[in-house]
């Protein structure tokens, strides 16, 4: 099992609608990330906060905001998505910065917009 | 772009076969790295390998790196029905929190 824990499992939300996705890590990782992974396709990052702030953010729209309240919770916060925003949502966890960063995922939260 | 890019996109073999994917990527790294994602799962870390490495093996897995050609390649010896999954290789280049993901190679084990 995964140590990293991301609920809802599935989420269906209408175009108008508000939710958010959570993510929970206590291992001890001050690295922790936001990837999109559509169909047969490969990860994309969209965030990472280091240390509780913001390190990276791959340009992406402003109805995806993301929350870092502490060092074990990561939150991505939906408003007024687009159906081709249906995608499972993954979030990832690390060590800080070093020579040796390797992920650490949960199983992610398939989101359906409709 | 850094993206990896695997080959083949899809394998089909028979159990207790070997198989081998690979991965090439376009500008300097500091480590590659693969991933496994069983369907609707999350990505699991295998192996990572160092620029500066040229085998790694860990268990049933056999992991090289060209820099020279920019390639990798995943050896998965004596394959089990339980590894059917996408893998993925992984690159870093100059951000220490920028990992890229290839496209990945589907690996069907029948057994």
């Known amino acids: 099992d995964t140590e990293v824990t991301q609920t809802p499992k599935h989420l269906v939300m209408g175009m108008t609608n508000k939710k958010s996705l959570k993510c929970e890590q206590h291992m001890g990782h001050r690295a922790m990330y936001w990837y999109k992974q559509k169909a047969k396709k490969p990860p994309e990052l969209m965030f990472v906060y280091s240390y509780e702030k913001l390190s990276i953010n791959e340009s992406v729209p402003s109805r995806f905001s993301p929350e870092c309240p502490n060092s074990s919770l990561l939150n991505l916060h939906l408003h007024a998505l687009q159906p081709e925003d249906s995608a499972l949502y993954l979030c990832?966890?690390?060590?800080?910065?070093?020579?040796?960063?390797?992920?650490?995922f949960g199983n992610g939260t398939r989101l359906t917009v409709t | 772009s850094q993206q990896g890019e695997e080959d083949p996109q899809a394998l089909s073999i028979q159990e207790g076969e070997n198989a081998t994917m690979n991965c090439s990527y376009k500008t300097s790294i500091n480590n590659l790295q693969w991933y496994r994602q069983n369907s609707g799962r999350g990505l699991v870390h295998l192996i990572l390998i160092r620029s500066n490495e040229r085998e790694k093996h860990s268990g049933r897995l056999r992991v090289t790196l060209d820099t020279s050609k920019k390639s990798s390649s995943l050896l998965i010896t004596a394959s089990r029905a339980a590894d059917t999954a996408s893998y993925f290789c992984a690159t870093r280049g100059g951000s220490n929190y920028k990992l890229t993901f290839g496209k990945g190679t589907l690996l069907t084990v029948n057994p």
């Open positions: 990832a966890s690390s060590h800080p910065a070093g020579d040796v960063v390797s992920l650490h």
